[in-house]
């Protein structure tokens, strides 16, 4: 069965910092590009980042650049998105997600496969 599942969400303070984790199961995401994507309430779904499958080359969206970053680890099957800086706007559910077309870019049409979610909240 081929699973993803995100995991280290939860509520943070403006400025505090959060790692997320995706972790695949049942496949290995060695060659796949692995994207982290977020939905606000009333918002659409929207691409965060991602890390290439062919050369671990990354992409950031503009509103997050210079504050996360994505990294994988094959060894335990696990990409990593590190939150820092973060604001109240960051607040979203955040999804992973892998492409087997191991080039795909931030558009959520190209990944086949996709986690739970998990919530982040950034609040005083």
């Known amino acids: 069965q081929l699973q993803l599942v995100e995991s280290g969400g939860g509520l943070v303070q403006p400025g505090g910092s959060l790692r997320l984790s995706c972790a695949a199961s049942g496949f290995t995401l060695d060659y796949y590009a692995v994207g982290w994507f977020r939905q606000a309430p009333g918002k659409e779904r929207e691409g965060v980042s991602l890390?290439?499958?062919?050369?671990?080359?990354?992409n950031y969206a503009d509103s997050v650049k210079g504050r996360f970053t994505i990294s994988r680890d094959n060894a335990k099957n696990t990409v990593y998105l590190q939150m820092n800086s973060l604001k109240p706007e960051d607040t979203a559910v955040y999804y992973c997600?892998?492409?087997?077309?191991?080039?795909?870019?931030?558009?959520?049409?190209?990944?086949?496969?996709w986690g739970q979610g998990t919530q982040v909240t950034v609040s005083s």
């Open positions: 997600a892998a492409a087997t077309n191991p080039m795909s870019g931030l558009n959520r049409l190209m990944y086949d496969y």
């Open positions: 890390i290439s499958g062919l050369d671990d080359s990354t």
